[in-house]
């Protein structure tokens, strides 16, 4: 299913299975091709992104903030040295603010209702057209076909999608094409899907 979502036009898969082990996640990364694991963010087991060549590393709320900002600024460049890509996700404004420039793009979430998480939404609305940014935030939480246009209104750099896709596994790559059909309709001169 992971393959038929990069040969849909999927520009980036963030392999996040905290319950899984790491020989579970090694099985995961083996069966995707050696093209497309170059799209792949690792939420887990870092220390297998040279062994499988893949786009970056995301870092976990719970890491980052046991961590100040000098020591976020190293392993920025640690990474970098790497040629990987370096994201994380937040809850707020405020939270995201702390650390901008250091990654390369970050999540705000949720912008909506959470789909894989019933009864999660944002206390806020995420109007970031107020502000600049270094950092390209994207949108999460709750993001479906009928609301992309919203997210993008909101000053989004893109969007990424969970529950939408793969709450029936079934319709997950058609779920997929519906939103990038509309992600494409919105966000014309992005490529954050």
Known sequence: MIQDLFYKGLKT???????????????????????NKKKIVLHQYHELAGKYNVKGLHLKEENRKGLNFKQLQNLKKEIKKKNLTFSTSFHSIE???????????VFLSPVFESISKPGYNSE????????????????????QTNNIEK????????????????QNPDKAVNQYQAIQDQYFQHFINSSNL
């Open 124 to 143: 806020t609305v995420f109007d970031l057209n107020n502000e600049t940014y270094t950092t390209s935030i994207i949108a999460l939480g709750g993001i």
């Open 151 to 166: 997210v993008k209104e909101l000053g989004f750099d893109g969007i990424a999608v969970l529950g939408t896709v793969w």
């Open 13 to 35: 898969f963030h392999l996040r299975k905290p319950d899984s082990s790491k020989q579970e996640y090694e099985s995961i990364l083996k069966s995707i091709s050696p093209e």
């Open 95 to 105: 939270e995201l603010k702390k650390t901008d420039g250091l990654f390369d793009y």
